[in-house]
């Protein structure tokens, strides 16, 4: 069975930065794509990033794109979210979550309890 877990929000001050984490298990990395997502309040959910270590192919959403990175430990079967330059319009609950394939679509079949991130301004 897949799980995901994502953990590491908290409050950070516009400009900071934070780094998320997900414990994953139930699924190599290498059968299924990886990423992020998120929810605003009152807001639908947004693609953050999809990676497929497969195909070496990383999509960042355009809000995120030069500020958020996406690495992994396939020896702890973790992956992480690096956030850097934090604005208040990222405050969201994020997730982590996995698919076979990334997708314009920024569908996740699986993912897990989220992680509340706040930004101050």
């Known amino acids: 069975e897949v799980q995901l877990q994502a953990s590491g929000g908290g409050l950070v001050q516009a400009g900071g930065s934070l780094r998320l984490s997900c414990a994953a298990s139930g699924f190599s990395f290498d059968d299924y794509s990886i990423g992020w997502f998120r929810q605003a309040p009152g807001k639908e959910r947004e693609g953050v990033v999809c990676f497929n270590s497969r195909y070496s192919l990383t999509n960042y959403g355009d809000s995120v794109k030069g500020r958020f990175t996406i690495s992994s430990d396939n020896a702890k079967n973790m992956f992480y979210l690096q956030m850097n330059n934090l604005k208040p319009e990222d405050t969201a609950v994020y997730y982590c979550?996995?698919?076979?394939?990334?997708?314009?679509?920024?569908?996740?079949?699986?993912w897990g309890q989220g992680t509340l991130v706040t930004v101050s301004s």
């Open positions: 979550g996995a698919e076979l394939v990334c997708s314009s679509s920024w569908h996740f079949r699986s």
